[in-house]
């Protein structure tokens, strides 16, 4: 079953450390599931940029699904139910003023880029 898949796809990459994650998204290798931004948000604990990274993901000019799934991931780590992964990156919808409300929550979880450590 794909959510079996999709689980055991979350469980090896959420094994994986963070600059692996990071490599796979810079190669756009997102794996069949699409997880691997859940399991990028897994790590916040390990470096705030996590959440700057999901933004600047969501941002992007990626693929549409690809956008939708890291927006999930990135609204499930802020725990905020205010937007849906679709307000983020819809275009009818107006993404850049939910963004702007998302940067701002990231800001205050995670503190401003500036404050972030390179190595993160």
């Not at 990626?62 to 992964?85: F, H, I, Q, S, V």
């Not at 963004?99 to 404050?115: H, Q, Y």
Request: net charge neutral.
């Amino acid at each position: 079953m794909y959510e079996d898949d999709a689980d055991r796809e979350l469980a090896q990459l959420s094994a994986l450390p963070l600059s692996e994650l990071r490599r796979r998204v810079r190669d756009k290798e997102f794996g069949m599931s699409k997880v691997i931004w859940s399991a990028i948000a897994s790590k916040h604990h390990e470096s705030p940029s996590v959440a700057w990274l999901l933004f600047d993901f969501v941002k992007s000019n990626a693929e549409y699904l690809d956008r939708y799934a890291c927006a999930r991931a990135l609204l499930t780590l802020l725990g905020t139910n205010k937007y849906e992964a679709a307000d983020l990156t819809i275009a009818h919808r107006n993404p850049a003023a939910a963004l702007a409300d998302i940067e701002t929550m990231i800001v205050s979880k995670s503190g401003p880029r500036s404050a972030l450590p390179l190595s993160g």
